[in-house]
Structures are given as structure tokens and as C-alpha cells.
């Protein structure tokens, strides 16, 4: 119904930058209308946390390692929303999946992630 495409991932060293992004196709017929989208990164054996969201308002959430260092923002002609990473880290390193639901936040579609990796 939804298919989520991340780009963008790869291997940099501490202190670098790297740009995602991420497409959202919705199929043709389907009902559903993308409003927010987000950035979520998965490490193995931790939860899924949040990296940062944004809405169709273009109204930003960032959570707390994001804030101040990384920008999101989006195309919403083109289902595209966008991650900008500076002074990365190596803790964030990790798969980072990318997000669409619906404005109910009742359907929720995810990508299948990009690689992140920040050497120390």
C-alpha cells in the first residue's frame, strides 16, 4: 500500500555529516494520506528511538541527541522528507528507519533503514 525508500546512509568519522532521505509511494487507489514523517534509529538489542518527525505543517520534533545538530525537513509534492546529520557521533551510529502515518497516527508505514556508521 505504502512503500517507504531510504537513501543516503554510509560510513563517516566522528565530527562529519551525512544527508538521508526518504521517499513514500503510495499506491495507486490506496486512502492514504501521508502527514507526518520521521527518522527513527535501531540498534541491536536497544529500542527504537526517535530521531525526528516532522509534519505536513512542516512543524519539526527533535529528540534529545538530534536537537542542534541534525535538520529535517521535506518536499511534500514529492512524498520526500529529508535528514540533514552535522558534528555526528559515534553513538549515532545505527539503522535509521524511516516513517509516514496517517494525520490519526492509525496507519503507520516503515522503510526498511540505512545504515548509519560514525568511527570514533
Known amino acids: 500500500q505504502v512503500q517507504l525508500v531510504e537513501s543516503g546512509g554510509g560510513l563517516v568519522q566522528a565530527g562529519g555529516s551525512l544527508g538521508l532521505s526518504c521517499t513514500a509511494s503510495?499506491?495507486?487507489?490506496?486512502?492514504?494520506?501521508?502527514?507526518?514523517m520521521g527518522w527513527y534509529r535501531q540498534v541491536p538489542g536497544k529500542q527504537r528511538d526517535l530521531v525526528a518527525t516532522?509534519?505536513?505543517?512542516?512543524?519539526?520534533t527533535y529528540g534529545g541527541p538530534a536537537q542542534g545538530r541534525f535538520t529535517i525537513s521535506r518536499d511534500n509534492a514529492k512524498n520526500t522528507v529529508f535528514l540533514q546529520m552535522l558534528g555526528l557521533k559515534y553513538e549515532d551510529t545505527g539503522v535509521y528507519l524511516c516513517?509516514?502515518?496517517?494525520?490519526?497516527?492509525?496507519?503507520?508505514?516503515w522503510g526498511r533503514g540505512t545504515q548509519v556508521t560514525v568511527s570514533s
Open positions: 503510495v499506491a495507486s487507489g490506496s486512502n492514504f494520506s501521508v502527514n507526518e
Open positions: 516532522i509534519t505536513r505543517n512542516e512543524v519539526p
Open positions: 516513517n509516514a502515518r496517517d494525520i490519526y497516527g492509525i496507519q503507520s508505514f
